[in-house]
């Protein structure tokens, strides 16, 4: 699956921001979607999943600011796009934030993978 996300950038504190990735390969409609993020020093966390019926799985830290959604509609075959808006924004959300897709819970078979990172940075 490829995996190539948008939408980053500069945004003041309180701000919101709306990033997209679109996913594509095979199988891509039934597969989970999501984002993750990396503040500066530390790891990659998961920020929120989204499966292919719409079930939105959020890290405790963002739910409530950040939203979920994905679109297949008008999107090529073997296309999805998913979203995160993030409302509210503070310093702290200042990360590099990564698209990711997964296999489902109920696939036989394991796979996972990240695309490349769109910073976003939040000013005070």
């Known amino acids: 699956v490829q995996l190539q996300a948008s939408g980053g950038g500069l945004v003041q504190a309180g701000g919101s921001l709306r990033l997209s990735c679109v996913a594509s390969?095979?199988?891509?409609?039934?597969?989970?979607l999501g984002w993750y993020r990396q503040e500066p020093g530390k790891e990659r966390r998961q920020v929120a999943i989204?499966?292919?019926?719409?079930?939105?799985?959020?890290?405790?830290?963002f739910e409530g600011r950040f939203r979920i959604s994905r679109d297949a509609r008008g999107n090529a075959q073997n296309t999805n796009t998913v979203f995160l808006e993030m409302n509210n924004l503070n310093p702290g959300d200042t990360a590099v934030y990564y698209c990711?897709?997964?296999?489902?819970?109920?696939?036989?078979?394991?796979?996972?993978?990240w695309g490349q990172g769109t910073q976003v940075t939040v000013s005070s």
């Open positions: 390969g095979r199988n891509v409609r039934v597969m989970d």
């Open positions: 989204i499966t292919s019926g719409g079930t939105e799985n959020y890290a405790s830290s």
């Open positions: 990711y897709v997964r296999t489902p819970r109920w696939a036989s078979e394991r796979y996972e993978d």
